[in-house]
């Protein structure tokens, strides 16, 4: 199976401070394969970026992603009161598809 | 607008089984793959099989083969998931989603309690 090591596990941010998350593979995968979800707190997750780089409907521009092979990342340019979530990658290229053990983003 | 309705919370015994219902409105049922992901509590995701309703087809993560049973019912727009042989480590929050390459609507999920 392909392990995902995210990190950091968690973040203290101020708001309109930019944070960054990697999501780093036990082996390569395709970008077209890569995603990030948001799960708030009581909620189910929600997707936020496929394909490594694109934002899924309604999620707002600062939210992106980018990376390839095994490294990737997720940014958000300017964290606000409503992204305080944990935020997960997941990988769809090999069965088992699999889950990064997410990083939990609060505010400071 | 898509939508999937999972059944409610379910208590069960240990050594019982348990079957939930995802029922999928907005969308062409039959299109699209609808996986089920397991959260055990304040725990990561996660994945433990898909199935193409269309066909029947089913994809399962080896750890839950022998767990998991995964069905639908095209005449109602519904998928459904078994889980046998109930132990603690099943206690947890299953969510249905639809697969299209990544999971871009869940269900709320369902809480399956195991306790005696």
């Known amino acids: 199976a392909i392990v995902l090591n995210q990190s950091p596990s968690s973040i203290i941010a101020s708001q309109g401070e930019k944070v960054t998350i990697t999501c780093r593979a036990s082996s390569s995968i395709s970008s077209n394969y890569l995603h990030w979800y948001q799960q708030k707190p009581g909620a189910f997750p929600k997707l936020v970026i496929y394909?490594?780089?694109y934002r899924a409907s309604g999620v707002p521009s600062r939210f992106s992603g980018s990376g390839s092979g095994t490294s990737y990342s997720f940014t958000i340019s300017r964290v606000e009161a409503e992204d305080v979530a944990t935020y997960y990658c997941?990988?769809?290229?090999?069965?088992?598809?699999?889950f990064g053990a997410g990083t939990k983003l609060e505010l400071k | 607008q898509v939508k999937l309705l999972q059944s409610g919370a379910a208590l069960v015994k240990p050594g019982a089984s348990v079957k939930m219902s995802c029922k999928a409105s907005g969308y062409t049922f039959t299109d699209y793959w609808v996986s089920w992901v397991k959260q055990s509590h304040g725990k990561s995701l996660e994945w433990i099989g898909e199935?193409?309703?269309?066909?029947?087809?089913?994809n399962f993560n080896e750890k839950f083969k022998g767990k998991a049973t995964l069905t639908v019912d095209k005449s109602t727009s519904t998928a459904y998931m078994e889980l046998s042989r109930l132990t603690s480590e099943d206690s947890a929050i299953y969510y249905c989603?639809?697969?299209?390459?990544?999971?871009?609507?869940w269900g709320q999920g369902v809480m399956v309690t195991v306790s005696s």
């Open positions: 997941q990988q769809g290229s090999s069965n088992p598809y699999t």
């Open positions: 199935i193409y309703p269309n066909s029947g087809a089913t």
């Open positions: 989603t639809r697969d299209f390459y990544y999971f871009d609507y």
């Open positions: 394909s490594t780089s």
